[in-house]
């Protein structure tokens, strides 16, 4: 996240390549939506093999 924060300032003052900086953005909506479905996974994981023991 910090690496887009820092491309986004970087791209307010010079001139950058759009395509590689939304291509960066997209990445972290992604990863931003795919930490809930992995927590929830691990967390479920978690309490089955409590159940297990």
Same mark, same amino acid.
């Given at each position: 996240?910090?690496? *887009? =924060?820092?491309?986004? $300032? !970087?791209? #307010? ?8 900086? #939304?291509? %960066? =953005? =997209? !990445? #972290?909506? !992604? *990863? +931003?939506?795919?930490?809930?479905? +992995? $927590? %929830? *996974? +691990? &967390?479920?994981?978690? +309490? &089955? #093999?409590? =159940?297990?023991?």
């Amino acid at each position: 996240m910090s690496d *887009v =924060v820092h491309n986004s $300032w !970087f791209a #307010l003052h010079h001139p950058i390549r759009m395509g590689l900086y #939304l291509s %960066q =953005v =997209v !990445f #972290l909506l !992604f *990863v +931003a939506c795919a930490v809930r479905t +992995a $927590w %929830q *996974v +691990a &967390a479920s994981g978690a +309490a &089955a #093999l409590r =159940v297990v023991d």
